[in-house]
């Protein structure tokens, strides 16, 4: 068995040999959040992560250390996923690489209980990978269509003249083309990440987590559909510092439906164990 001293300098030796093995990766990781404006929130991820541990360090203290061979598994499966990037697999694989690693290494040194403590805080590592470029070109187009008519729908109701043709819709006399960045993703990937940062704090219940973020995928949708039948109700607010600032009060906004949601949940939860 290691003593403390020694534990500390094999944690601290294991994450000096994986920033070094996975420095390009993680250059790669931190490019695109800087220039995708759909990844921006990545950059929280791993303060939030940081918190996590430094907030239950005492329960995970207290999990028996089990080291287990199983995760050379997760560690080969890292290597070959990291080939596969280098090869021309793209940056996706070399950050599931990373991923994978980092849970190889957990099982390695700690063992499944420990892995299983540490399963939200890798969870939320799922928000700081790249877009998949595959799933990512085949849902662009869909949610184009559908925000365009969603918004021609909220557009109509409220009274506007209102033409659409494919992506394009014609409000009041001019028109506004959806644009790719228009689809959604923007408001889906950040408030699937609040969701599960506002359940962890609110509620201890591991159930909640995943309510409130199926709740954040239908609210995601609406949201940017609002956006842009407001932008093209109005052209004022369809670009620029006005555009950025209406997205901003809009993701605000469903933000903020969170305590309630959750309310409405616990209140559910409490008639169904009732019943």
Not at 219 to 230: D, F, M, Q, Y
Not at 249 to 258: E, G, K, L, P
């Amino acid at each position: 068995m290691f003593k403390k001293s020694q534990k500390r300098w094999l944690l601290i030796a294991t994450c000096a040999a994986l920033l070094v093995c996975y420095r390009h990766v993680i250059a790669g990781m931190i490019d695109q959040w800087s220039n995708d404006e759909d990844m921006g929130h990545a950059f929280l991820v791993p303060v939030v992560i940081g918190f996590i541990i430094w907030r239950e360090r005492e329960q995970w203290g207290r999990v028996p250390i089990q080291p287990s061979a199983w995760g050379l598994v997760l560690l080969m499966l890292g290597v070959c996923l990291q080939v596969i990037g280098a090869i021309g697999a793209g940056l996706f694989a070399g950050s599931a690489a990373l991923l994978c690693s980092v849970a190889g290494i957990v099982m390695c040194l700690g063992g499944v209980p420990l892995l299983k403590c540490w399963r939200f805080p890798l969870l939320l590592t799922l928000f700081m990978l790249p877009k998949l470029a595959i799933l990512y070109n085949q849902l662009t187009l869909p949610l184009q269509l559908l925000a365009s008519r969603m918004a021609a729908g909220m557009l109509m109701v409220s009274g506007a003249a209102v033409l659409r043709a494919g992506n394009i819709l014609d409000v009041n006399g001019h028109q506004i083309a959806i644009a790719e960045a228009c689809n959604g993703i923007r408001y889906l990937l950040p408030l699937g990440f609040t969701s599960l940062v506002f359940a962890y704090l609110a509620d201890a219940r591991p159930w909640m987590r995943i309510a409130l973020l199926l709740w954040a995928i239908p609210v995601a949708i609406i949201a940017n559909a609002v956006r842009v039948a407001v932008s093209a109700y109005s052209p004022n607010l369809a670009e620029g510092r006005p555009h950025m600032l209406l997205g901003a009060a809009i993701f605000i906004a469903c933000v903020a439906t969170f305590p309630s949601v959750r309310a409405l949940w616990d209140k559910l939860a409490g008639s169904v164990a009732h019943a």
